[in-house]
């Protein structure tokens, strides 16, 4: 052992520890956000396994949306009939192919949310849509996010890739951003487009 390594040898192990960089931004797991009821936990989680599964690079939008329909009649309810749903789901499972191959080796951006909050392994869109979901649960009264705040989210985001395919499916989708699917709610498309920007963000 040398000198300069300290009596008590931790200088050669401190220099072994890799050191993070300054500006490293905040990187987190969504699923695990306190502020997330347990259904959109794991609405959320599963949605990350679908995206791992079908080999995409980042959970998405669309990989929400699609989740989301499965799990939740409310969300189910808010976007139409038996019909629609069903030809909503078939776009959804075709992603593969068709308009969904431009999605591939693309990234679902957002200037809706500073990197600094960005979710680990998600879009920028679908961190964005999760953070306004939470947003939105707490101007309720601090209860935690649902189904039908995330489905208010990604429809506030106009070019995002749920609304892409809500559209495809003949989900009047103006309509749907434009009202309240969440009883006690204030929120709106317009009215989540000039939060962000209040904040200095730039919606999409």
């Known amino acids: 052992m040398t000198a300069e390594a300290g009596a008590d040898g931790l200088g050669d192990v401190q220099d072994r520890i890799p050191r993070q960089p300054a500006d490293e931004p905040d990187i987190r797991r969504p699923e695990d956000d306190a502020r997330l009821g347990a259904e959109l936990a794991a609405v959320v989680a599963a949605a990350r396994r679908r995206a791992v599964r079908d080999g995409d690079r980042h959970t998405d939008t669309a990989h929400l949306l699609h989740t989301l329909l499965e799990s939740d009649p409310q969300v189910r309810a808010a976007c139409g009939d038996g019909p629609q749903i069903a030809r909503l789901l078939g776009y959804l499972v075709q992603r593969s192919i068709g308009y ?91 009215g989540c487009r000039e939060e962000y920007a209040g904040e200095g963000r730039t919606a999409r």
């Open 100 to 190: 969904g191959l431009r999605w591939q080796g693309a990234v679902e951006e957002s200037g809706a949310l500073p990197v600094a909050t960005r979710a680990d392994g998600f879009s920028p869109a679908a961190s964005a849509a999760l953070e306004y979901a939470c947003e939105r649960a707490a101007r309720r009264g601090g209860e935690p996010a649902r189904g039908v705040d995330l489905l208010a989210a990604v429809v506030a985001d106009p070019d995002s890739r749920a609304v892409e395919v809500l559209g495809r499916a003949g989900v009047d989708v103006v309509e749907l951003a434009a009202r309240d699917v969440t009883p006690g709610s204030d929120n709106d498309a317009e």
